[in-house]
Structure formats: structure tokens, C-alpha cells
């Protein structure tokens, strides 16, 4: 089982939010990591979106809009990146990351599309 | 405005080495923790691993570790990876990340491994 698993795909409509899971392995508490969000189109390199430890340790990265925003669910040992008003240059790939153990982890992957 | 480039990869056969550096540029290289991380075509990321700002931490991944060894010469502002023992796995390109929260990317340099 990845340590990390998101879902592989997820289809939105220009303007709408969309939420995008990142599920920790059991036994590995959600509460305690913070979570990192990247995005990568085709073609280039990942570009850091934003971390996420709490509403109060939140960091995005240089240029990234507040669309892009970050939180967890407990109850469901996860980190998700919510994109508020989609648009279709938000339509790339998401990884989430967290350092765990002395290594870096990065998940599964979700393709997004803007339909 | 931070640079990070790669270079050195090329097509080597199985069994084989390889040494990629990573140029940096725009920033304070000696302050910065600096990473590897992989994509096999079609992929997602795997990170592979890390090095302190000083060399006094270095970390691997198992897919990697006896394998590979990383450094740096915060003197000429690089990161460097050899690469030893190549197997069929390990063709990807390879990118450098800046930070334990990779805020940078480098464009990455590809390596195949292919008799």
C-alpha cells in the first residue's frame, strides 16, 4: 500500500471548486505532517503550490493565486488541496508530499481535468 | 530569480555509470538543503534524495541507496549525483528540487538506461 494515495482522476467545470484527496497510509497520522501540494503540467517540472500543517501554517508559493488553498480531514487521514473557481490552466497533474521517516514521499497523482 | 539546471544525463547501458550535476544560481546555494527527485516516463515523482546545506545530513531512497551518492561544492554552487550500478528502473528524468519543501525545480536532465 502507497504511503500515500490520491485518486487518479477528477473532472471539474470551469468555475467550480474541486477537492483533491490525499490519503495517508494507516498508522501514519495525518495530524502530524505537514502537506505539500505541486503541480506539474506537460511538458515542465512541478511547481511548488503550497504547504499545509494547520489554518495557521498555511504557505503558498510565489505567485500562487488563493484559489489554491490547503487543509485536512481528520477523519479521513488526509491532506486536500482545494481549488476554488476553476479554470482551464489549472487543468495538470497534482502531487501531494510529505517527509516522513528521513524521506521525502510524494503520492500517487491526480490528473485534473477542466471539462 | 532562482536557476536550477541539470545536466549530464545521456543513454548508458545496464550496469553502467552516470554523474549529473545541477547548476544553481539566483539564491544562497550554501543556506539551502537541496534534493533529487525522478520521473519515469509516463510517471509519477519519486524522490531519491537529500543533502543538508552543509553535507552533514544525507539521506536515500531504498530504490537507490548503495546506488547512488549525492553531493555538493557550495563553492561552485552545485548539487551532484552519481549514479552507479544502472538498471533498466532507474531511466527517468531527473530533476534537482531546492529546499525540503522543493520551492524550485530544474528543467531536469533525462537518463536512459538501455542496451
Known amino acids: 500500500q502507497a504511503v500515500l494515495t490520491q485518486p487518479s482522476s477528477l473532472s471539474a467545470s470551469p468555475g467550480a471548486s474541486a477537492s483533491l484527496t490525499c490519503t495517508l497510509r494507516g498508522g501514519i497520522n495525518v495530524d502530524t505532517y505537514k502537506i505539500y501540494w505541486y503541480q506539474q503540467k506537460p511538458g515542465s517540472p512541478p511547481q511548488y503550490l503550497l504547504s499545509y500543517q494547520s489554518d495557521s501554517d498555511q504557505q503558498r508559493g510565489s505567485g500562487v493565486p488563493s484559489r489554491f488553498s490547503g487543509s485536512k480531514d481528520a477523519s479521513a487521514n488526509a491532506g486536500i488541496l482545494l481549488i476554488s473557481g476553476l479554470q482551464s490552466e489549472d487543468e495538470a497533474d497534482y502531487y501531494c508530499?510529505?517527509?516522513?521517516?528521513?524521506?521525502?514521499?510524494f503520492g500517487t497523482g491526480t490528473k485534473v481535468t477542466v471539462l | 530569480e532562482v536557476q536550477l539546471v541539470e545536466s549530464g544525463g545521456g543513454l548508458v547501458q545496464p550496469g553502467g555509470s552516470l554523474r549529473l550535476s545541477c547548476a544553481a544560481s539566483?539564491?544562497?546555494?550554501?543556506?539551502?538543503?537541496m534534493n533529487w527527485v525522478r520521473q519515469a516516463p509516463g510517471k509519477g515523482l519519486e524522490w531519491i534524495s537529500y543533502i543538508s546545506a552543509t553535507s552533514g545530513s544525507i539521506y536515500y531512497a531504498d530504490s537507490v541507496k548503495g546506488r547512488f551518492t549525492v553531493s555538493r561544492d557550495n563553492a561552485k554552487n552545485s548539487l551532484y549525483l552519481q549514479m552507479n550500478s544502472l538498471r533498466d528502473d532507474d531511466t527517468a528524468l531527473y530533476y534537482c528540487?531546492?529546499?525540503?519543501?522543493?520551492?524550485?525545480w530544474g528543467q531536469g536532465t533525462l537518463v536512459t538506461i538501455s542496451s
Open positions: 508530499m510529505i517527509w516522513h521517516t528521513r524521506a521525502s514521499v
Open positions: 539566483g539564491f544562497i546555494f550554501s543556506n539551502y538543503n
Open positions: 528540487a531546492r529546499a525540503g519543501d522543493f520551492d524550485d
